[in-house]
């Protein structure tokens, strides 16, 4: 039986003699063994996206928590202050912003109320509706997470040469571009017609 070998087999070849097997290539290997039919090759990139996806997580979350923040917190309070004074947004607005359920966001601001950081009222234009906004204490809290954040960002992209981090985001910009509208739910379908 002839064995075909991959172009990432070769690629993998020369990334070794520059990096021991990571967690990823071994996964790999493991693969090709059992399964020589298929072409892992696509592991090389989405598997190790998935773990610098983990590490980074973790790294961005170890500052958030230094301010008593989560993830999803975090992530209200910045989406505030990027709207610009009065910083605030409806519900929904968040809920987009930060890439949740209106559910999820919810929860959220209950934690941020709580903690004093958030307030909620109702809408001037519709008192149906409401609007959370930033507090003296959450837009001073958010700005000083915020430089840290960002700080940490750099700290963490110096790994990478300038060039090597434009490439990167070139990359994962045209990709996530393709991604992005595959993935969108179907939009919902016309409400019926009174007869």
């Not at 090759?41 to 170890?62: D, N």
Request: net charge neutral.
């Amino acid at each position: 039986m002839e064995q075909h070998t991959e172009p990432s087999a070769e690629r993998s070849a020369e990334q070794s003699a520059a990096h021991p097997p990571d967690h990823v290539a071994r996964i790999q290997a493991a693969w090709r063994r059992e399964r020589p039919d298929l072409d892992v090759a696509p592991q090389g990139v989405i598997g190790r996206l998935h773990r610098v996806a983990t590490l980074l997580t973790h790294e961005l979350c170890a500052v958030y928590a230094r301010y008593d923040l989560g993830e999803g917190e975090f992530d209200v309070l910045a989406a505030l202050r990027r709207a610009g004074a009065p910083y605030e947004r409806a519900p929904g607005e968040l809920a987009a912003h930060t890439m949740v359920t209106t559910g999820a966001v919810t929860k959220r601001i209950d934690r941020l109320e709580r903690a004093g950081l958030v307030t909620r009222r109702a809408a001037a234009e519709d008192r149906r509706g409401r609007v959370v906004a930033l507090t003296d204490a959450g837009r001073e809290l958010i700005d000083r997470a915020f430089t840290d954040h960002i700080r940490n960002e750099h700290r963490l992209l110096a790994a990478l040469a300038p060039a090597e981090a434009a490439q990167l985001e070139t990359l994962l910009t045209g990709w996530l571009a393709r991604l992005e509208p595959a993935a969108a739910p179907p939009p919902s379908p016309p409400p019926p017609t009174a007869r």
